[in-house]
């Protein structure tokens, strides 16, 4: 199957089906029950490896067009993900249209379960953006094509604080090819977005003598930070791009690196956890690239959660599932490598890398 490079995925003239053929995408699947008030998508992306295995997120929208074009983003991204960690999955990814904190039901969470299992193991589903432990409780109450359940129940739990180590290795990767030392000491990081990934990457960044500025639009979040983290410096959203920084971390939602920011931000680095950061792949990518920064690519580094709920489908091992996730240290360098080789935005390097990959399985399995 066909791995399309991303440039535009919104095209209104027809948001669906040219979509899915700008992406490669195979099959999206729309859940409506008005019972419940469950409104879903999920975008299977590619599964020339196995599964599409990828989280689900519950947002409030503006409109569908927006959630449409997010989950086949998002989607798209779990293919690469999945294929430059060495994992046999394919991409995946679902959005809950709806305000986590006033709509989510146990009943939603179960109803869209049966969505999950209505695909027969060709989606797996797991904890993103808006969604909880207990609510991957719910979502196994009704298929067994779920990750990321609780412990108690066989699970690996959160994967967040795995996450968050993959991008702090991906981060210290780029320190290491930006300045020739993978040290964060003293370096001015600003992490936008303190939710559970976030969080956990200011732990170890606080452990590294880092200077940490964070931004976030829920105050219970800053203050969780704060509360443990005194000396960590709470910035306004509106301030994010304009503090002065070494690295910019962005942990919450994407398409924050575009023309907008990129004519602000004096990072150095850029290294997060959120999906999607660059607003425009093409554009924004050569964009980083002419302007020095070293830019970290998103699904490369963030994999530390995928990389989790993997080990769980073959029997959860955290010892070994951290040691793969350490390993986004090497293959961050090694992006960076082919990027200085081939002259090319280290995005298009580690894409290059991916599709190097499902294609060399995709000929194994015609027989080539």
Known sequence: MEVKSYNNANDTDNPVIQQMLNLGHEQIVFCNDSATGLKAIIGIHN???????????????KNELEALNDVLRLSRGMTYKSAISGLNLGGGKAIIIGDARSIKSEALMRRFGRFVDSLSGKYITAEDVGMTTRDMEYIHMETKHVVGIP??????????????????????AAAKKQYGSDSLEGKRIVVQGAGNVGRNLIDSLVKEGAHIFIADMYE???????????????????AVYTTPMDIYAPCALGATVNDDTLSKLSAQIIAGAANNQLANEKIHGEAVKQKGIVFAPDYVINAGGIINCFS??????????????ENIYNTTLEIFRVADEENIPTYLAANRMAERRIESIANVHRGF
Do not use: C, F
Request: glycine share 12%; net charge negative.
């Open 220 to 238: 219970d979040n800053l203050k969780k930070v704060t509360d443990k983290h005194p000396h960590v410096n709470v910035i306004d959203i509106d």
């Open 312 to 325: 769980e489908l073959e029997g959860y091992n955290r010892e070994r599932a951290m040691a793969q996730t």
């Open 47 to 61: 599964t020339v490896l196995g599964p599409a295995l990828g989280g689900t997120r519950m947002w409030s929208y």
């Open 151 to 172: 412990e108690s129940l066989g699970g690996s739990g959160d994967p967040s604080p795995v996450t968050a180590y993959g991008v702090y290795m991906g981060m210290k």
